[in-house]
C-alpha cells in the first residue's frame, strides 16, 4: 500500500520538475528585467556537461554544481553583452546560444559520451516523516536539491513583491526609461538578472546529470527540457509559485506514463509530451487577452533594448 | 554600467561597412574559435584547412554543400520575411515537420496514380499547405488577440515534433515503414516519384525550388503592393492603420507564406534527401538555423541565398570531416563554429547602425542625432 504506482510516479514527478523549475525560475528572473534568453537549452547543457566533468573528477558533487552554474552563467554573459551593451536582437542572441552552446557541450562531453557517473546525490530521508503513507515517499525522501528549490521558488517570490531590490527589476522590466530616470541603472539591473537566469539554468542542467539521468549524452541529457522550461515562465505567467506549480503539472505529464501503463491505459508517449507546449499555448492565448494582460501578462518591455539616447 | 564607450547613431550606412562588418565578424568568430580549439589540443589551422578542403574544394564537396544549403534558403526566406516586418516566427522548425508530413503522405497516398513531374508539384503543394496550416492558429492568435508569436510559434514546433514522432513510431500509423521492426523508420516514398538528382550528385531539385523562391520574395518585397504594406505594418503599425493598410490582413499574410516557405523546405527534403520522416527532426535543426541564416543575411532575399551556401557549406564540413584522415576532428566543431559565427555576427550588427566613440572624462553627453528617414524605411 505504501509505494503505489500512482505514489511512485507523483514522487518521480516531483524529481522531473525541478530541472525545468530550476531553469524557469532563472528564466522568470532574467524576463522579469525585460530581457528574453530563448538559449536556456544551451545553458543547460553546458551547466550538465560541466558538472559531469567536474564531478567525475573530483567527486564532489556540490562543487560540480557550483562550476556547472559558473559555466552556464558565462553563457549568459554573451547573451547579457550582445542585448543589453550591444542591443542586438534578443531572439536572434538567444537562438545563437543555444546552437553554440550545444556544440559546445557535445564537444566537451565527447570522451565522456555514455559513461555513468559513478556517484550520486542522496536522497534525505527526513526522521519518522518519511514513512508517512503516500506523503512520506512524495514529500520527505527527496534530495536536498528539491528542498532548495521550493526555497528559491519562496526567495524570489519575496524579493520581487517585498524587497527594493525587486521592485527596481520589476520596474525596469516593465518600464526601463522611467526607471533609468529615477536614478536606477537599467544596464547593471539586466546583467545581474540575465547572469542569475544562467547560473539557474546551469543548476538545473546539473541536476539532470547529478540526480537524474544515469549519463552524459547530448540528445538526451536535456532533452528539450530548456524549451519546457521557456514555456513554463509562460504558463507560469512570471509568477514563481504559479512557475513552480507549472513544473509540478509539467513533470507529471513526463513522469505520467509509468502510471498510466500500470493502469492500464495507453496514452501514446509522444501525447503526453505534446502537453506542456499545447497547454501554454492555451494558457497564452486566455491569460493573453488584452484586459487581463495588465494583470498576469509579460513584463512591458521584454525583449526591447534599452538604451537611453535613442528614447 | 559606463565601459568609457559609447554607441553612436551612424548618420547614414555605407556600402563598406555593410560588407565590412560581417566579414569581420565571421573572421572574429574563426579566431576565437582557433584559440578555443587550440586550448583543447588540436591544430586549428588543421582543422580549419580540414573544413575547407571537405566543403569546397573538391567538386563532392561542393555539390553536397549545395545539397545541404537548399533547405537553409527557405527556412532562411521564411524567419527573414517575418523578421523584416518585427514578427518573430521562430517556429519554422515545427512548420517543416508539418511540410514534410504532408508531403510523404501526398508522396505515398497520392504521388502513385500520378505522373512523376505533377507528383512532385503535389507534394510541394500538400507540404506548403501543411506549413501553413501549422502556423495558422499562431497568426490567427497574433492577428486578433495580440498574443505572442514568439511563444505559440516555438509551442507548436515542439507540438510538431512529438505528432511527427507519433507517426513515425506509432503502432499502426499511415506514415510507418511496416517493414522496419527494429527501430521505426518512416514509410518511404516510391523511387519513382522521388525528385530528380543533378548528375552524380547529391543536389536535387529543392536548390532550384529554394533559388526561385529567393527571386519570388525579393519580388514580392521589393515591387508589390503587399511588399509595400508589410514595410510600413514593420516600421509602425500605427502609421499602417492609418494610412488605410489592412494590418491584420498583412500580418496574416506574411505569417502564412513563412510557413508555406518552411512547409516547402520541408516537402522538398522529403522528396530530394530523406524519402520519408526522419525521426531525427530536432538534431538537424534546419528550421532554427534558418532563423541564423535570415539574420546573417540581414533579413534579405539575396543576404539569405549566400548565407545559407556558406552555412549549408559548414554543416556538411561536419559530417565530411570524420571522413579526413590526418587530424581527428570532431563533427561537433562545425556546429559550435556556427554558434560563434552568428554570436559574433548578431553583435556585429549593432556596428552596422552605431559607431563607437571614446567618452571624454567630464564631457556632457552629446545629444543623438535623430533617426535618419533611410533608418526609418529599414
Redesign the interface.
Known amino acids: 500500500m505504501n509505494d503505489t504506482a500512482l505514489v511512485l510516479t507523483i514522487a518521480a514527478a516531483v524529481g522531473a520538475a525541478i530541472p525545468i523549475a530550476l531553469a524557469a525560475l532563472g528564466e522568470l528572473l532574467a524576463e522579469r528585467s525585460g530581457v ?1 534568453n ?1 538559449g536556456i537549452e ?1 545553458m543547460m547543457l553546458v551547466g550538465a556537461v560541466t558538472a559531469f566533468l567536474v564531478g567525475d573528477g573530483t567527486g564532489n558533487l556540490w562543487l560540480a554544481l557550483v562550476i556547472g552554474m559558473a559555466a552556464a552563467a558565462c553563457l549568459a554573459l ?1 547573451h547579457a ?2 542585448s543589453v ?5 534578443q ?3 538567444g ?10 557541450a ?3 562531453g ?1 570522451p565522456i559520451e555514455g559513461r555513468p557517473l559513478a556517484t550520486d546525490l542522496h536522497r534525505v530521508r527526513i526522521g519518522a516523516l518519511a514513512d508517512i503513507p503516500v506523503l512520506g515517499p512524495v514529500l520527505f525522501r527527496q534530495d536536498p536539491i528539491v528542498y532548495a528549490t521550493v526555497a528559491l521558488a519562496a526567495a524570489i517570490a519575496f524579493y520581487l513583491n517585498k524587497t527594493r531590490p525587486g521592485l527596481s527589476l520589476r520596474a525596469v522590466g516593465e518600464s526601463p526609461a522611467t526607471a533609468d530616470s529615477t536614478g536606477l ?1 537599467v ?2 539591473t539586466r ?1 545581474v538578472h540575465v547572469l542569475a537566469g544562467g547560473a539557474l539554468a546551469g543548476a538545473g542542467g546539473a541536476y539532470l546529470i547529478l540526480a537524474q539521468v544515469p549519463s552524459w549524452s547530448q ?1 538526451g541529457t536535456t532533452s ?1 527540457l530548456g ?1 519546457i522550461a ?2 513554463l515562465v ?1 504558463f507560469g505567467s512570471w509568477n514563481p509559485w504559479r512557475v513552480l506549480f507549472g513544473a509540478l503539472l509539467f513533470g507529471l505529464a513526463r513522469r505520467a506514463n509509468f502510471f498510466l501503463q500500470d493502469a492500464g491505459v495507453s496514452v ?1 508517449a ?2 503526453l ?2 502537453l506542456p ?2 497547454l ?2 492555451i494558457v ?2 486566455v491569460w ?3 484586459d487581463l494582460r495588465r494583470r498576469v501578462g ?1 513584463p512591458a518591455s521584454l ?1 526591447l533594448a534599452f ?1 537611453r ?2 528614447r | ?1 559606463n ?1 568609457g564607450f559609447q ?1 553612436h ?1 551612424r548618420m547614414e550606412r555605407s556600402l563598406r561597412t555593410d560588407i565590412l562588418v560581417p566579414v569581420v565578424s565571421v573572421l572574429a568568430a574563426l579566431v576565437a574559435g582557433a584559440v578555443f580549439l587550440a586550448v ?1 589540443g588540436y591544430d586549428p589551422v588543421a582543422v580549419y584547412r580540414a573544413l575547407v578542403e571537405a566543403s569546397f574544394t573538391t567538386w563532392f564537396g561542393i555539390t553536397d554543400s549545395l545539397a545541404a544549403a537548399s533547405p537553409l534558403i527557405l527556412t532562411g526566406l521564411a524567419a527573414a520575411l517575418t523578421f523584416r516586418m518585427k514578427l ?1 516566427n ?1 517556429g519554422a522548425e515545427g512548420q517543416l515537420y508539418l511540410g514534410a508530413i504532408g508531403a510523404s503522405w501526398a508522396g505515398l497516398a497520392l504521388a502513385a496514380e500520378l505522373p512523376r513531374p505533377l507528383a512532385a508539384v503535389v507534394m510541394l503543394l500538400v507540404g506548403a499547405a501543411a506549413g501553413a496550416l501549422w502556423i495558422l ?1 499562431a497568426a490567427v ?1 497574433r492577428a486578433w ?4 508569436e ?3 510559434t ?3 514546433t ?2 510538431g515534433l ?2 511527427m ?2 507517426l513515425i ?2 503502432g499502426a500509423s499511415f506514415w510507418r515503414d511496416p517493414l522496419a521492426t527494429n527501430f521505426p523508420q518512416g514509410r518511404r516514398i516510391l523511387p519513382e516519384i522521388r525528385f530528380d538528382t543533378f548528375g552524380t550528385t547529391r543536389v536535387h531539385w529543392g536548390l532550384v525550388i529554394g533559388v526561385v523562391a529567393v527571386v519570388v520574395v525579393w519580388v514580392l518585397i521589393r515591387f508589390t503592393r503587399v511588399g509595400f504594406d508589410m514595410k510600413v505594418v514593420g516600421s509602425s503599425p500605427a502609421a499602417a492603420r492609418y494610412a488605410g493598410i489592412p494590418v491584420r490582413r498583412t500580418i496574416m499574410t506574411s505569417l502564412l507564406l513563412s510557413g508555406a516557405l518552411a512547409g516547402i523546405a520541408g516537402a522538398a527534403e522529403v522528396g530530394g534527401r530523406a524519402f520519408a520522416l526522419d525521426p531525427n527532426g ?2 538537424l ?1 534546419l528550421g ?2 534558418g ?2 541564416v535570415a ?1 546573417l543575411g540581414r533579413y534579405n532575399a539575396w543576404g539569405v541565398l549566400i548565407v545559407a551556401l556558406m552555412l549549408g557549406g559548414l554543416r556538411n564540413a561536419g559530417t565530411a570531416l570524420q571522413s579526413v584522415s590526418g587530424e581527428r576532428v ?1 563533427e ?9 559565427i ?2 559574433f555576427a ?2 556585429g ?2 556596428f552596422l547602425r552605431h559607431k563607437l566613440v571614446r567618452r571624454r572624462k567630464g564631457a556632457a ?1 552629446e ?2 542625432p535623430a533617426a535618419t528617414p533611410a533608418e526609418v524605411a529599414a
Open positions: 528574453l530563448l544551451g554573451v553583452f550582445l551593451t550591444l542591443r542586438a536582437n531572439i536572434v542572441s537562438l545563437a546560444l543555444v546552437i553554440f552552446g550545444t556544440g559546445l557535445t564537444f566537451i565527447k541603472d544596464a547593471r546583467y540528445a528539450g524549451w521557456l514555456a509562460v501514446p509522444e501525447i509530451s505534446m507546449y499545447a501554454t499555448i497564452l492565448v493573453g487577452s488584452r509579460a525583449g538604451a539616447d535613442e | 554600467m565601459l554607441l547613431r583543447e518573430f521562430i492558429p492568435f488577440l495580440g498574443t505572442s514568439i511563444i505559440t516555438l509551442m507548436l515542439f507540438v512529438f505528432l514522432r507519433y513510431f506509432g530536432l538534431q535543426g532554427f538555423t532563423i541564423v539574420a570532431p561537433e566543431v562545425s556546429q559550435m563554429l556556427q554558434g560563434a552568428l554570436l548578431t553583435g550588427e549593432v553627453l545629444p543623438a
